[in-house]
């Protein structure tokens, strides 16, 4: 606005010039004698309308009458001047000609302006118009929302109202009925006996049943427990009871083979004494023989024979080449040996003890060799015997990780976990038979007491989180504050994402609640525990997430073992000392 305001006051001080100056007269003039080369400005000023309106006696006296109303008013009257003095009336022709020019144009910009302004003005009436219409417009779509608006905040007041007089009709009947029921109490407290007496006697029976109540749950929850493991126990004592009972078969079948044995041994060995004994005897009668020839030598004073080659007669008729080592026995034993055939007997049992250990130590060598892998069936007793816990919220897959690790298959459709649950895998980690006792627990918010009385009894824990449900791994680092606070001693626990094979499904906006791989390393790093990836849809990685954690746990009791014997031998080497 200011931009124009100035253009039409430029318009207005210029429409203002031929009063003054006579900027028309002479564009008028320069275009009537554009040919004529001998015409002068004071010709023109005279020949034009202004010439009426003032006398010139000079040009002097014209030039300090006119009015430019111009910035450049002195120099465009200098130059002027300069012009008509200077003798060139070309020049001077084409000057007044471009200053014609120039005072039309400026006539012409104002009435173009004053167009511009008149168009301006319309323009500004209709858009006002059109911008009440627009405003009334939307103050009528305003009015029409806020009436729907109000029309259904007063439905939903009114339903809103109905319900809270329905609830507070059935609150007044329950409390009424309450009311009666209290009444009938007091009646009947007051016939019995005083109201003090009464209310202070019940509320010490109050306490004290409150008192049993909290001790029996807690009986029940350490019998629940007990019998939890018992059970556990009885599996684990049964499964080695049926090993147990094929090994005692197959020993017995050994046993009898080497009874047998034994018994033709033992009968050779008899044989073996007679003969000795007989042997025996001959020797000492064929010492008194050589003794009494001695004696007659002597006494016929001849030289005394040597014995040897009747010793090596008498070693060559009683000691037989023996082809075994129970001949051997026989030909060491002595004459102050009371029985040499039990003796040999006793030495053949303990021989036989002996092969029969070095055969059964090397068979088992054989076995640990041809099954020396990671994780496989276990072949035998257990050697040890581990309490793993699966913990998480619910709905991660805890129970269908447990089911894959013991079963092998995938079962969809299993119910939530109430409480806790157990499962013993009995598998070869390592070259050793162990038996894992898988505790699956519930994820419910009411069972998570209930789980930390399990945690106490744990060597190891699995933490499962649900690598698709980001509120599932946000839960993770209360789970491991709970184990920590529940056991009496640090236990491994290993942090596991299930469910791996749904993360290859989502792409693009659907990856905002996935945890990525980083983000549960990162996690399990920070607060120092294990870590693994599986899923039990597919039974990926499901075993090598036992396998870490159970050589964790045999590592951990490994260490705990040489700890405790090393106090035991410094305890011994001190006692000795002393």
């Known amino acids: 606005m200011k931009r124009r305001a100035s253009v039409v006051d430029t318009e207005h001080d210029c429409g203002t010039l031929p009063r003054g100056f006579g900027f028309a007269t002479v564009y008028e003039g320069a275009s009537e004698t554009e040919n004529n080369d001998s015409f002068s400005l004071s010709e023109n000023i005279k020949g034009s309308p202004l010439s009426d309106v003032a006398v010139y006696n000079s040009d002097s006296d014209a030039y300090s009458s006119i009015d430019f109303s111009l910035p450049c008013q002195d120099e465009v009257l200098l130059l002027y001047e300069q012009l008509q003095s200077s003798g060139m009336p070309q020049i001077l022709h084409r000057f007044e000609k471009v200053v014609g020019s120039f005072c039309k144009e400026i006539r012409d910009q104002k009435y173009e302006n004053v167009r511009l302004q008149h168009v301006f003005e319309s323009e500004r009436q209709?858009?006002?118009?059109?911008?009440?219409?627009?405003?009334?417009?939307?103050?009528?779509?305003?009015?029409?929302?806020?009436?729907?608006?109000?029309?259904?905040?007063?439905?939903?007041?009114?339903?809103?109202?109905?319900?809270?007089?329905?609830?507070?009709?059935?609150?007044?009947?329950?409390?009424?009925?309450?009311?009666?029921?209290?009444?009938?109490?007091?009646?009947?407290?007051?016939?019995?006996?005083?109201?003090?007496?009464?209310?202070?006697?019940?509320?010490?029976?109050?306490?004290?049943?409150?008192?049993?109540?909290?001790?029996l749950k807690s009986n029940l929850a350490e019998s629940q427990l007990e019998l939890a493991v018992i059970k556990s126990e009885l599996v684990t004592i049964k499964s080695e009871y049926e090993t147990r009972k094929e090994e005692m078969l197959s020993d017995n079948e050994a046993i009898m083979e080497s009874a047998k044995q034994s018994e033709n041994l033992r009968r050779q060995l008899r044989l073996l004494y007679d003969a000795n004994k007989k042997l025996h005897d001959t020797n000492d009668s064929l010492r008194e023989a050589l003794d009494q020839r001695t004696l007659a030598c002597k006494q016929l004073n001849l030289r005394t024979p040597s014995p040897l080659p009747f010793h090596r007669e008498v070693s060559a008729h009683s000691m037989p080449e023996?082809?075994?080592?129970?001949?051997?026995?026989?030909?060491?034993?002595?004459?102050?040996?009371?029985?040499?055939?039990?003796?040999?007997?006793?030495?053949?049992?303990?021989?036989?003890?002996?092969?029969?250990?070095?055969?059964?130590?090397?068979?088992?060598?054989?076995?640990?060799?041809?099954?020396?892998?990671?994780?496989?069936?276990?072949?035998?007793?257990?050697?040890?015997?581990?309490?793993?816990?699966?913990?998480?919220?619910?709905?991660?897959?805890?129970?269908?990780?447990?089911?894959?690790?013991?079963?092998?298959?995938?079962?969809?459709?299993?119910?939530?976990?109430?409480?806790?649950?157990?499962?013993?895998?009995?598998?070869?980690?390592?070259?050793?038979?162990?038996?894992?006792?898988?505790?699956?627990?519930?994820?419910?918010?009411?069972?998570?007491?209930?789980?930390?009385?399990?945690?106490?009894?744990?060597?190891?824990?699995?933490?499962?989180?649900?690598?698709?449900?980001?509120?599932?791994?946000?839960?993770?680092?209360?789970?491991?504050?709970?184990?920590?606070?529940?056991?009496?001693?640090?236990?491994?626990?290993?942090?596991?994402?299930?469910?791996?094979?749904?993360?290859?499904?989502?792409?693009?906006?659907?990856?905002?609640?996935?945890?990525?791989?980083?983000?549960?390393?990162?996690?399990?790093?920070?607060?120092?525990?294990?870590?693994?990836?599986?899923?039990?849809?597919?039974?990926?990685?499901?075993?090598?997430?036992?396998?870490?954690?159970?050589?964790?746990?045999?590592?951990?009791?490994?260490?705990?073992?040489?700890?405790?014997?090393?106090?035991?031998?410094?305890k011994k080497s001190s006692s000795s000392c002393c």
């Not at 054989?366 to 990671?374: D, W, Y």
């Not at 050793?432 to 190891?460: H, M, P």
Request: net charge negative; with cysteine; aromatic share 6%.
């Open 322 to 570: 023996p082809k075994d080592v129970y001949s051997q026995a026989s030909a060491c034993s002595t004459d102050e040996d009371a029985d040499s055939g039990l003796s040999l007997a006793m030495r053949y049992d303990s021989y036989c003890s002996g092969d029969l250990e070095t055969e059964c130590r090397k068979t088992s060598k054989t076995a640990v060799l041809s099954n020396n892998e990671g994780f496989g069936n276990a072949d035998g007793p257990p050697e040890r015997t581990f309490r793993i816990v699966m913990c998480g919220d619910a709905s991660v897959g805890k129970s269908s990780i447990v089911t894959r690790i013991v079963k092998g298959v995938f079962t969809g459709n299993l119910p939530s976990t109430l409480g806790v649950d157990f499962q013993v895998k009995n598998a070869r980690i390592d070259d050793k038979n162990v038996a894992i006792q898988l505790w699956d627990t519930a994820g419910q918010e009411r069972f998570r007491s209930l789980c930390k009385s399990y945690f106490r009894r744990a060597d190891g824990a699995i933490l499962v989180y649900d690598c698709t449900m980001e509120q599932t791994f946000l839960g993770v680092r209360d789970w491991i504050q709970t184990i920590k606070e529940s056991t009496l001693k640090p236990i491994p626990v290993l942090i596991c994402a299930n469910k791996t094979d749904l993360r290859r499904q989502f792409s693009g906006n659907e990856c905002r609640g996935i945890v990525s791989t980083e983000d549960g390393r990162s996690l399990a790093s920070a607060m120092e525990v294990l870590f693994a990836e599986c899923s039990a849809f597919d039974g990926s990685n499901v075993e090598e997430v036992l396998l870490a954690l159970t050589r964790e746990l045999m590592a951990t009791e490994d260490v705990e073992v040489r700890s405790a014997g090393v106090i035991l031998t410094q």
């Open 126 to 215: 209709s858009y006002s118009r059109r911008m009440l219409e627009v405003e009334s417009e939307i103050d009528q779509h305003i009015s029409n929302a806020e009436r729907k608006v109000r029309d259904e905040e007063r439905r939903r007041l009114c339903q809103e109202k109905e319900e809270m007089r329905m609830q507070l009709e059935q609150e007044m009947m329950e409390l009424k009925n309450n009311l009666l029921a209290m009444q009938k109490m007091e009646d009947a407290i007051k016939k019995e006996s005083t109201k003090g007496e009464q209310t202070l006697e019940l509320k010490a029976k109050l306490q004290d049943l409150t008192g049993e109540n909290q001790r």
